[in-house]
């Protein structure tokens, strides 16, 4: 951290701001240049809030060298992180695909699209079961008859499930029940329930938030990890911008840069990113260009009469044809 | 709402979308011309899930007319809302203050700003128990104790208290202990958390999200009013922007926005909004010249040694000074 | 168009605009609802500025419902747009990459650049001959002296070129020696200079501003294309967002949307977008697999003591390998 | 500036850096911590391009500590700059109000609103001659003529005017004719115009950049002063965010900043900002208790019927209630 102070500080008052960094447990640098007064902190300085020191009225500015994440940082932990989910790998070179509908409907829908989209070559099998929904006056999801659903289309088609937790107090029930515990884009910085998942050892998927920066994406999966849950996988699915022709902005650099900051896996959610089926399909094939680890796309075998979201979704023929690409452009890449 | 048509749709397509809005209870006029082929929704939609008619492969964008929110709509209120808290209203032309600090530390430093403060002027007090906070390694508040505390300098002043409420499951000791419920930026669409306040008949204090719409900020007080809770109080707090010099850039022009279209007391929160503590002043004096309904600040007696937030903190002595110097603006203005 | 009028407007009121409307060559559908009022405008309302319509104090809202664009919209030219520029085609179905160094340095720099990158593969040559530098104390490029070493890059290698033009007084030189005309972002709405690039029949490279909306480039290029010239070229580079690990965050997702809603080419910029050398390839790879038209890319040959921006510049070797991987990606996605 | 250096750079690499560093004229600190390796550069590093160390691979980040503008920074021009215009003060304690229509459309219209704005108390009159519109088929602006007409109502009124200059090829009559020039908010980074009105003796209005920062702000002001002309005044005029019911988002948090940064004057317009003209007086009422300089406001007589922006002008009764306001609480806030 650097400490830039202001030009007319008191003596005693930078005294005081030394002592208290030395109290942190930091040791200090001091230049002074004309205009400037600066005193560098050596150390880790990763667990000092820097509110604590911005807050002293003769600190014009506090500087951050070091990134705030430790267990999810890349510095501390060079080799990469794969999660391993009933044996299938995410983050080990295979490019995962997660695919399903926005919400469980009913078992004909749920069966038949989970036993077209495994014979497509999706490795696990999403759906939600609690949605949650810009209105109230919207399909809030089938609840817990949608877990069992997801558990019956698990049973009969053999692929691991991935569902949304909304809150903490239903967490005993997806740890037993589901494979990989989804934290939605708007439950990032809900931190009782990042806790709370962080002490199970599910596997999370971690959306970014939809004005989330990088950074604090991390932050998150810091307070997941920080718990004792290392099995993280973030999710990149489009962030807020002033574009009006897509729902969100999908921000492909987002891959190569946790990439280089984090050994956490990192997939992508082209169909939220967009919120049009017309564009999951370029942007499913950017995502693997740009060295993304995996997918989780909305597919439905009638869009038009889906419950949510089906103006993103792309149908089973579709999704088939865009895995055979999908296929083709890894062995390129990886060739 | 206005729905565009592709120009190249079927006419048994066409009507079938037109069978499926007259079943959602639609009335529809049709418009068609060169190039566009239009439906107009005459009717209540307010209710209708757009991506449900979006999801049609047939449509090619969906208009809205009429706002998505209905019991927070002015349109159906035109009389604006007055919460009162304890004797005490907000909303009714009176300019509410509601000061404290970031976070309860003790019973010395929660008493003593809260004696201050009403001194000068301020209607609540405000003090953070639970604490969301980006870092897990930061200080994330005392928790019940500070609930303690903070009734303890009610006890003492008579100022009603206001404090952040993060998880449903604590929702009965806050219908319990507090006098105004805050749901924080982070949790503005926790709808799970939405839906608990609404069934309270708690006054809560509802913050807008750092990326969130106004209309979104009205979607969310719609949860909690749809559950049957119509005491809530708006805030604005500052949204996310590519602006590096503050925090958040506080958006003023949401409070005559907000006046427009809602009925709901509206105020705004400038410590959070810059982020720094010279800021507080002049975006509080213009935040009562913009028209809203009164400020949260954050005051504290050493904010140097502030356990969170001391930066964005004023002193007591400047905030009394800041409440003569709005006292004579706000006189003026309703003169 | 839509217009929706005030509730409480007059009817005389109502018939005055009835009237404006139609003098401007509309033919109007009017709907009635219990809360809404509304007019629907058929015909050509392309060319209608709608402050004009919004300006009335009975209109509440004015919704569009056709583009605003006419000579870019693919709705009127459903066929694609090629630009022939020396016996190459961009938009044709080659992928084109265009590739050069920042700023023009010497005849050495540029030749030897030119030369190694044409022989990995580059159809086109960039150089910075005006620079549009963020501070005035930052070098701005050798002026005419660069354009002049363009000119015998060229010669020696037969590439054509292309680089920025800045001011509507150079026009003529740049017509005479450049290949390309470059419309840098800041540019992008110096609507003077647009219309002189549409003057003349020189391809015109177009990038987007850096806040600018999909639309807002369509617009642009409808500038140039309303003065007569057609070969517009449009780049994406990057938008500004609240993210910080990159320079600006590119928008992959807007060259399909751009690919549906207009016939011009489109190709992207990975050196801009995100400011980082170790960025540009994995950007690039999802470039093509996006669907864009080509790439135009910045490459240095000693990056470390480029006069500008050789931390976004790649080295010859880099860029031979990049080309080698995305020929290879082509043909699996062309097959 | 500090410099951050890849922990792995070989010792040869890092003198390299540091000779040339040592050859820019800076003195370098060093610390080495276990995880990192700074240079922190002592002196005037105001002048250094950024991009030029960055470039270095070996370079990990460059952080500044120093702003990079120096003519515009109050840190070396601690006193206020004061634009006298015509016997009229500008940041000189007094409130200047700046009013006028968006475009000049007639004798009639120009004069007329004139007298009525200077009855009210306006100091300034604006009107548009040349007009930057988005849609090449919206009215451009009288041009010339609308000059001449702008010079015929400073004639009968007295009033000195301020008006857009777009192009640097006009700079010749806009210094003979024209009191204040105005840059535009399109044209904050045109370096070209920036330089030439850098090089009069004119007052220049300086509008912010729709995306830009106030860093970007002060550095297009830099343009200006760097080449000899220290009259600018700079304006705040909304930014663009993901808000949808205001045009722009005022970022009134921005006048507080730049009194701190700099020492130039600031004034708002609240008419561009919002777009709307029932936002303009609550925002203009924003504007002086934040602590603006002055304003610059659309009134014109006839709204509906204006040929651009009549959404956004506010009528002259509208006008003079709005100074009858704002002068009693400027003597409030004074007192």
Chains 1, 2, 3, 4 share one sequence.
Not at 35 to 43: A, D, E, K, P
Not at 236 to 262: C, H, Q
Not at 298 to 314: F, K, L, T, Y
Request: hydrophobic fraction near 40%; glycine fraction near 8%; proline fraction near 4%.
């Amino acid at each position: 951290m650097i400490i830039v102070l202001n030009q007319n500080a008191a003596e005693e008052d930078v005294e005081k701001i030394k002592r208290k960094m030395i109290s942190l447990g930091c040791e200090i640098h001091e230049s002074r240049g004309t205009n400037y007064h600066i005193f560098g902190l050596v150390g880790d300085t990763s667990c000092i809030d820097p509110s604590l020191i911005e807050a002293n009225r003769n600190v014009d500015r506090l500087i951050s060298v070091q990134e705030p994440y430790k267990k999810a940082n890349r510095l501390f932990h060079p080799e990469k992180t794969v999660v391993n989910v009933e044996g299938k790998e995410i983050g080990g070179g295979e490019f995962t695909v997660i695919a399903g509908p926005c919400s469980v409907e009913s078992e004909e829908q749920i069966v038949s699209i989970a036993e077209s989209i495994k014979e497509s070559g999706a490795a696990f099998l999403r759906g939600g079961a609690y949605k949650p929904r810009t209105s109230p006056y919207s399909f809030q999801g089938l609840g817990e008859q949608g877990l069992e659903l997801l558990k019956l289309a698990r049973e009969k088609t053999g692929m691991p499930i991935v569902t949304e937790l909304m809150s903490p107090d239903k967490i005993g029930k997806f740890v037993a029940d589901v494979d990989i515990i989804q934290i939605g884009a708007r439950s990032m910085q809900n931190f009782d329930l990042l806790k709370e998942v962080g002490k199970t050892s599910k596997p999370v998927l971690l959306k970014r938030g939809m004005s989330a920066t990088i950074e604090e994406l991390l932050m998150a999966a810091e307070y997941i990890m920080s718990e004792g849950n290392e099995r993280v996988i973030l999710c990149e699915r489009g962030i807020r911008t002033f574009e009006k022709y897509t729902r969100n902005t999908l921000d492909l650099s987002a891959i190569p840069v946790i990439k280089k900051y984090s050994h956490l896996p990192v997939i992508v959610d082209p169909s939220h990113a967009s919120g049009y089926w017309w564009l999951v399909e370029p942007l499913a094939k950017a995502a693997l260009a740009v060295g993304a680890d995996g997918l989780i796309i909305e597919v439905h075998n009638d869009p038009a009469n889906a419950r949510c979201d089906g103006q993103q979704s792309i149908k089973p023929e579709r999704f088939k044809a865009l895995m055979d690409i999908l296929g083709k452009m890894a062995r390129v890449i990886n060739e």
